[in-house]
């Protein structure tokens, strides 16, 4: 059994192993773009303003993506020098998906969204009589 961590560059041997076909492609797939700031808050405020109870939280959302943008510079190119890095054979989102998206979600996600997971017969379990089961 393999415990992950969210890092799977570490793991990237198992997708060779145990992926079949969800994982022939992946080392010839097209890493993700990061997305310019002016796209990301173009695409972030019509989402968000409508979210707004008062024409000042309004305000202050449009004034605080302003201010963003212009501070912003900085961390984006951080993160295309990470990727360019440290990140070369996976996607920039990777990491952060893995473990604040899906590893540290407590909710149902890995039922939902693992194509790996699967539930076994549990044989301590009572077995049910054939007649029974078509009453469910």
Known sequence: MVESHGDYRAE???????????????HS???????SISETISKFLPTALP???SEEEKDTLIK??????SQAGELQQ????RRDGEMKDSSWLQLWWNTLGYL?????????????FQFS??????????????LG
């Open 12 to 26: 990237a041997y198992l997708e060779d192993h145990i992926g079949g076909k969800l994982y022939e492609k992946q």
């Open 29 to 35: 797939l097209p890493r993700l773009p990061i997305p």
């Open 51 to 53: 979210l707004a109870k």
């Open 64 to 69: 605080a993506c302003e201010e963003f943008e």
């Open 78 to 81: 951080r993160l295309i020098e």
């Open 104 to 116: 540290q979600v407590r909710g149902p996600v890995v039922v939902n969204v693992s194509y790996f």
């Open 121 to 134: 017969d549990d044989g301590s379990l009572p077995q049910v009589a054939p007649s029974t089961k078509s």
